[in-house]
């Protein structure tokens, strides 16, 4: 480069009123910088804070809005077929469902495993698409809905089709052992889950191993064998744990080294410091303790103040069907409790963290994915006063805009 000129970028990204990085090191845990902005190159950031000295391909101007990364949603049931509104609206009326309507888990698995898988795709598409609308660039997306082979590798197979069709990252994890099936002993349907395992390994279909321990679904026997299967496989460890009632599944949790635990209703202060400890990380779903009226919601502050990073996910699901991120944060902070930092940290440093994935995306730094998205409020604060509204003008994935969609 001939001396005294600038480097040139693809993409800068300036005018902000607010740029947070939400780096992990923050003291204010969204890292603010006012002003500032992001300059990308080859689908990295190469330069945050101070870009006028960069010429680029393409300048997007944040006209005094907030820059930030892109959300990370750590917890979805993305992949499903049918709907169970009919259950939902019995239920908010104080009424018994129908008969013959989809209600629960294995409901939902009636109607995915009716579902063609172009239909599948589909349906799964839209709610994609409706999340990255609303600044979403990475998202988890559990299998579970099958709760056989068969219908669980094509629930797998969808994951892997999401995130070659979309223009974000898409996360599997194999949550054969989500519930039980009607029709299948217990101790059956565990070996088939375990069986299954070396093939969505073998075939690069998951990168976690997931089980819902909790009452009337997976004892820690059964948790722990499914688990350390996946484990052996090289599937790393998840939990939905204490959602219910008290498991002491957090020992196994830490003895097998989770990624991260979530729901965490009844989980105890020593446990969650125990888990803080070991460095896994806990997802906060507070859209989920709306929609199903949780007697017992979790308060997020209990698991900040043991010392666990704290995570943020909508849980879009048959029985949670919220897809924005924003919304989350909004529910986080009035329902919840945090303030405006720690949900925005929950949702992306807290949320790449419970993946994993914290030293490429979740947070803007030199070097990382150039995940970023652009709100069109003067401050971050409106992501949880102006709730309901999608305050994101530009969602940028890979270093590249989004758009279309």
Not at 52 to 74: E, H, K, L, N, Y
Request: hydrophobic share 40%; net charge negative; with cysteine.
């Amino acid at each position: 480069m001939p001396e005294g000129e600038s480097p040139h970028v693809d993409l800068v990204v300036t005018g902000a009123a607010e740029l947070l990085t939400c780096a992990e090191d923050a003291s204010d845990l969204i890292g603010l910088i006012p002003g500032g902005g992001v300059a990308i190159s080859g689908g990295r950031i190469v330069a945050v804070g101070d870009v006028s000295g960069f010429r680029a391909d393409r300048v997007i101007d944040a006209q005094g809005g907030v820059i930030m990364p892109g959300f990370v949603d750590s917890h979805t049931h993305v992949v499903f077929g049918g709907s169970r509104v009919d259950e939902y609206a019995a239920k908010v009326s104080g009424q018994t469902p129908p008969a013959g309507v989809p209600v629960g888990i294995t409901g939902t698995v009636a109607t995915t495993r009716a579902a063609t898988a172009e239909q599948l795709l589909q349906e799964s598409s839209a709610r994609v698409r409706e999340m990255v609308k609303s600044g979403t660039t990475t998202l988890e997306s559990k299998s579970g809905y099958g709760l056989d082979s068969k219908h669980e590798l094509r629930l797998l197979e969808s994951n892997q089709q999401l995130d070659e069709l979309m223009p974000v990252d898409i996360v599997s994890t194999y949550l054969g052992a989500h519930a039980f099936p009607v029709d299948v002993p217990h101790d059956r349907y565990v070996d088939e889950v375990v069986h299954l395992i070396p093939e969505v390994a073998e075939r690069g279909l998951a990168e976690f191993c997931d089980v819902y321990c909790d009452e009337g679904y997976f004892d820690l026997a059964q948790t722990a064998r499914i688990l350390s299967a996946g484990l052996d496989a090289g599937l790393k460890p998840k939990l939905h744990l204490d959602a219910y009632g008290h498991t002491g599944a957090a020992a196994i949790a830490i003895e097998l080294g989770a990624v991260s635990v979530d729901h965490l209703n009844f989980t105890t202060d020593a446990e969650l410091r125990a888990l803080g400890d070991a460095g896994i990380a806990g997802v906060y779903m507070p859209c989920l303790e709306y929609s199903v009226a949780h007697s017992r919601p979790l308060d997020p502050r209990r698991v900040v103040d043991a010392g666990m990073e704290l995570a943020l996910a909508t849980d879009i699901c048959p029985g949670c069907w919220v897809t924005d991120m924003q919304l989350a944060v909004a529910m986080a902070c009035r329902t919840g409790g945090l303030s405006v930092a720690q949900a925005l940290r929950a949702a992306t440093h807290g949320a790449a963290r419970s993946l994993g994935r914290q030293e490429s995306v979740g947070s803007l730094k030199v070097g990382m994915q150039a995940d970023v998205i652009v709100l069109d409020v003067a401050r971050h604060e409106d992501v949880a006063y102006r709730i309901g509204r999608n305050a994101v003008t530009t969602v940028i994935a890979r270093g590249a805009i989004v758009e279309g969609l």
